[in-house]
């Protein structure tokens, strides 16, 4: 079975009760829609969604086992094995030894992550937005490894590698995509 994204998000209700967790898993599916029709998948766009939301599924409840719990329970649940290999490969190197293979696990990878920076530099702002982050500002805090330090630099550079991006073209997206999410704010 392949979820909408109103049933994944459910399912994410299902196993975190948090509004942090909650509010990640649709940041991220937000952003993994605007990735999918900025880069030519259109026609899968709720699939990409659908990942976005559900790839933190097991986190709250049991961090220590992320990425191999939720497989688990998805297979519970009877979800679609594209969906179980592309939410587990964003732990990849880190938790689980898959590999990020179709560009939207690449995209998760590495937006993933930096979801997270950009969120914790938009609430240092005055306005706490993410409409008012610059680039530059982004950029910035990417290079204080003391700023957000739970985000992964490494990761987030490993992931731009992957997609055969530099950085910047990262950071650029990533943050447009925030900007577009209604949940980013």
């Not at 590999?99 to 939207?104: C, F, G, L, R, V």
């Not at 982004?138 to 630099?153: E, V, W």
Request: aromatic share 8%.
């Amino acid at each position: 079975m392949i979820p909408t994204p109103e049933q994944a998000y459910e399912l994410v209700c299902e196993y975190n009760e948090g509004e942090f967790h909650r509010k990640h898993a649709r940041i991220v599916g937000d952003v993994m829609r605007w990735y999918a029709n900025e880069l030519g998948y259109g026609g899968e766009a709720d699939f990409w969604q659908t990942v976005g939301i559900l790839h933190d599924l097991d986190f709250e409840q049991w961090p220590e086992q992320h990425c191999v719990k939720e497989q688990a329970l998805m297979r519970e649940k009877g979800l679609d094995e594209s969906i179980i290999h592309a939410t587990a490969s964003h732990g990849w190197n880190l938790t689980v030894d898959i590999k990020p293979e179709h560009e939207m696990e690449k995209v998760l990878y590495a937006a993933d992550e930096l979801t997270g920076l950009i969120g914790a530099a938009a609430i240092m702002l005055p306005s706490k937005s993410v409409q008012d982050l610059e680039l530059k500002s982004l950029k910035k805090k990417f290079k204080n490894k003391k700023f957000a330090a739970g985000c992964s630099r490494e990761v987030i550079a490993n992931g731009a590698e992957l997609l055969g991006w530099d950085l910047d073209t990262l950071f650029d997206r990533t943050l447009a995509a925030m900007k577009a999410s209604p949940n980013a704010d």
